[in-house]
């Protein structure tokens, strides 16, 4: 399991639940028959549930509590199996049914220092590659389903993402945009080992071929903590049918106008459908403004 940290400055208060701006879309691109990109974004409370009472109007009380963690998910269907549209979804359901049930730890990671917490997140990740295999055995013609899977579980002031595949994972935050992800991808590994320059990397076939994929012969997932503390700081969650149109530099320059999480992520879709939309394309932005603002035209 690898973890790439960093250590959080000091940070000013945490958002309250009303400030945290939220939003996802997908498109099915311009040249797919179908869109096999899923995504999903949750927080996570402690609640109570009445299940009887002689007390009158307890609809009035505070029965969901402040927000424990935030989810943000994208998963990415990979074309070249039988139904990745349908592993991706598989993936999404698997892991928010560990999340509910297995990851009881949010009110202890404000330090971000527990392993029982990051292995649970490789464990979520695990489960998920388990359940599309168990899906594709009990195909009848033994379909190969695979996704890819990008979460992220938000306990302030830490971000923990686990990757799986080539969607990514970004944070915009001192008017500068980090990918926090790595790419699981064939290019990549050449890169890594100097087989393949970074000028040759937008042109290779390679680019295309995944090294780990939920449901895929290899899954490994990855473990990355990133500190989220920095009001104004933009998390930005997207499949490779942005990136393939869109640049990093040109991503950073979108988050630099200010603009709210769904003028974000509606601009940069439209961006990569305007020039061509080759796949699905599916985006998750979520931030915390400095200070409230009007909503932006895109």
Known sequence: MELRATSPA??????????????????????RADNQDHFLIAT????????????????????????LGTVLLV?????????????AR????????????SLRCYHEMGSGSD?????????????AHEAVLAEAVTRPDHSSLATTLTLGIGVWPWLYVVQVGDSRAYIYSGKRL????????????????????PADMPRSPLNDILSSAIGAEQASPEVSR????????????????LTKHV??????????????????????????????????????????PVKARSRAAT
């Open 10 to 31: 000091a940070s000013p208060a945490r958002p309250t639940d009303d400030e945290i701006d939220l939003f996802g879309l997908t498109h099915q691109g311009h040249r």
């Open 44 to 67: 996570i409370h402690a609640e109570i549930k009445v299940k009887g009472t002689s007390l009158a109007g307890i609809s009035e009380l505070p029965l969901l509590g402040n927000r």
């Open 75 to 87: 998963a990415d269907g990979v074309g070249g199996t039988n139904d990745g549209g349908a592993a």
């Open 90 to 101: 598989l993936a999404t359901e698997s892991v928010m049914q560990y999340v509910a049930t």
């Open 115 to 127: 392993p029982r917490f990051l292995s649970s997140l490789r464990e979520a990740a695990v489960r």
């Open 178 to 197: 980090v990918q926090v992800t790595r790419d699981q991808t064939m290019a990549q590994e050449m890169l890594d080992i100097g087989a393949l320059t």
């Open 226 to 241: 990133v500190d989220v503390s920095e009001r104004g700081c933009v998390l930005l969650f997207c499949t490779d049918g």
């Open 247 to 288: 640049t990093n530099g040109e991503i950073e320059s979108f988050c630099a106008r200010g603009l709210s999480a769904e003028d974000l992520a509606r601009s940069l879709v439209n961006l990569a459908l305007d020039r061509g939309g080759s796949d699905n394309v599916t985006i998750v932005v979520a931030q915390a």
